[in-house]
């Protein structure tokens, strides 16, 4: 029998793959986590790597910020990628500007929405604010750009506030609309609510969503608004970003894949790559226990996890490690088990008896205990100990 990666329970999303895609924003959301700076040559590695992965869509940045990552973004558009570059721009002519200098393919133009910031932000009213998105929109679409326009703080704006404004935007020329939880606060089962009315009155636009990790949700209301009728999903590699970061794309894209069945036909063998690659060049360590590209997600410790995983792989493992670029390993500490120390003795060519194996998995279990990390010359002095002490050469 063909074991599956998957779960038997799981529904597949019944979603046309061609419509469905990925918009990056590592470059743009993911550079303004707090203390992250990329240089425009890190931008364009990163940017390279992500179109080598796939990605359709990658937003390179906000040319308004400053010369400086204006010309970071337009180093990007011009780098002959085959993902359509994109620029966050506000609801200004001089921001899209900034944009159609930078040979961009489209904008997505961002404006809040929500009672909370209209009153305490912009200080203006929806009318006003409306007005300012539309007209940017108008213009956006006349210099030929492709227009996705964002509801900042969405899902804490009215749901009639929502509808009336997106069909607006549909209706001055924008290709998508977003759905940005820009604190956080949605769930799921909300998500999926606006995104499902939503689709119930647009006749031409996508949906995209933009979700923010606050309380750790960024990943699930992703799937959620792809459930609801969302077709592009904003992830960061490593799930950085501001606060608690936004949706990872790598836990999104393998969640689609493995558990979803949907295929976004990306290269993710590249993702531990690129992974470690926006770990450099963020500074923001990745947590060994991180979903999917941590480092020590595929180490197995534990004697009957390591009997499973040793005899199939998919008794521990959700998928294949090697699928992303990750390997698998076999460490060793108080939870080893005696196969999984003769497996690592057979790789070093040594066979022992049973008596000699249990004494070298009760002396690994003991310096464990004693503090002592159990890493290969570790392993190999006490083997060599308990040989000796045996009167045994290797």
Not at 96 to 111: K, N, P
Not at 183 to 205: D, F, M, N
Not at 295 to 304: A, C, K, L, P
Request: charged share 30%; proline share 3%.
């Amino acid at each position: 029998m063909k074991w599956k990666e998957g779960c038997p329970y799981n529904p597949r999303l019944n979603v046309d793959v061609e419509e469905l895609y990925i918009y990056d924003t590592t470059l743009r959301d993911g550079e303004q986590t707090p203390g992250v700076c990329f240089t425009k040559e890190e931008k364009l590695e990163i940017a390279r790597k992500l179109d080598e992965l796939g990605i359709k869509q990658i937003e390179a940045g906000f040319p308004a910020v400053s010369e400086r990552e204006m010309e970071s973004v337009k180093a990007i558009a011009n780098a002959g990628l085959n993902a359509d570059i994109l620029a966050l721009s506000r609801a200004l002519r001089e921001d899209i500007d900034r944009a159609l200098y930078c040979d961009v393919d489209g904008v997505i133009i961002f404006i809040a929405t929500s009672p909370l910031h209209l009153k305490y932000k912009l200080r203006k009213t929806l009318e006003e604010v409306e007005e300012m998105g539309m007209d940017a929109i108008e213009y956006a679409k006349d210099h030929g750009l492709f227009v996705a326009f964002s509801a900042e703080d969405a899902t804490r704006t009215p749901l009639e506030d929502l509808l009336r404004i997106h069909r607006n935007a549909e209706e001055h020329g924008a290709d998508r609309v977003h759905i940005a939880d820009t604190a956080g606060v949605g769930t799921p089962q909300s998500i999926y609510y606006i995104c499902s009315e939503l689709r119930k009155h647009l006749k031409r636009a996508h949906i995209g969503v933009h979700c923010h990790n606050d309380f750790g949700f960024a990943v699930i209301n992703s799937l959620y608004g792809v459930m609801g009728g969302a077709r592009a999903i904003s992830t960061t590699v490593n799930g950085i970003g501001e606060r608690a970061g936004n949706a990872a794309l790598e836990e999104v894209v393998m969640a689609l894949m493995v558990l979803y069945d949907v295929d976004l036909g990306l290269n993710i063998s590249l993702l531990k790559e690129l992974s470690e690659l926006v770990e450099k060049y963020s500074k923001i360590p990745v947590p060994v226990n991180k979903p999917i590209v941590g480092d020590r997600v595929f180490h197995h410790e534990s004697g009957i996890h390591v009997d499973g995983v040793l005899a199939n792989p998919f008794t521990y493992e959700p998928f294949l490690p090697e699928k992303i670029g990750h390997r698998r390993e076999i460490v060793f500490g108080k939870h080893s088990g005696s196969r999984g120390v003769r497996a690592k003795l057979k790789e070093m060519g040594i066979e022992v008896s049973d008596d000699i194996l249990l004494e070298i998995v009760k002396r690994i279990k003991e310096a464990r205990e004693d503090g002592i990390e159990i890493e290969d010359k570790v392993f190999r002095d006490i083997v060599e100990e308990v040989l000796k002490s045996r009167g045994c050469s290797k």
